[in-house]
């Protein structure tokens, strides 16, 4: 660490020593829980930290001002998030449990895995090798990294590998008699 920054560090330090008082009254006033008000309070120097440079050459009552309208800032917004968690909490008990949800890309597989087996089997290897990266979890640009190529064409992989898989899978559906995708998604599986 260079002098400089060592002098930086100290002048940090003595501001916080010289106004920490001032930021805790402000958030104490209205925040009854002390751990939100030592979570708040650190907010406040974070933000004064990435500001240093424009908070040191103030005075300190402009300090002061700064410091305790910021903690004013963050105390509100802290207070909107707190009142929306309490409403979704409640709102969400307030909701009947429902034993299973089922989409209708679950009764598609549910009606027969083995059927998507067997699509997914009949496809090239790029084909399953793209769906099955998405079906990991990747998007277009990790699949892109992983494969070499760029996100565009990753998704245009995607695509083309997705189109595939439908065309399977309702070519192995009418062959069986079960349902097609696009009947599935209209809901009109029995």
Not at 50 to 56: G, Y
Request: with cysteine.
């Amino acid at each position: 660490m260079t002098d400089e920054q060592h002098d930086d560090r100290d002048r940090f330090r003595r501001f916080v020593a010289a106004h920490e008082w001032l930021v805790r009254a402000v958030l104490s006033r209205s925040e009854g829980n002390a751990s939100d008000v030592e979570e708040l309070c650190s907010d406040v120097f974070v933000l004064a930290y990435e500001r240093f440079e424009e908070l040191s050459p103030l005075n300190a009552a402009q300090q002061r001002v700064w410091l305790a309208r910021t903690a004013r800032f963050l105390m509100a917004n802290h207070g909107r998030r707190a009142t929306t968690r309490r409403r979704t909490a409640k709102r969400l008990r307030a909701l009947p449990a429902l034993d299973e949800v089922e989409s209708a890309e679950d009764t598609v597989v549910s009606h027969d895995a083995d059927l998507v087996g067997r699509a997914l089997a009949s496809l090239d290897a790029g084909h399953r090798q793209v769906l099955v990266l998405r079906a990991l979890g990747h998007d277009g640009p990790s699949i892109g990294r992983m494969l070499g190529v760029t996100a565009a064409t990753a998704r245009k992989r995607l695509m083309m590998a997705r189109a595939a898989f439908a065309a399977a899978y309702e070519q192995l559906n009418t062959v069986d008699g079960t349902a097609t995708i696009s009947e599935a998604r209209e809901g009109r599986v029995s």
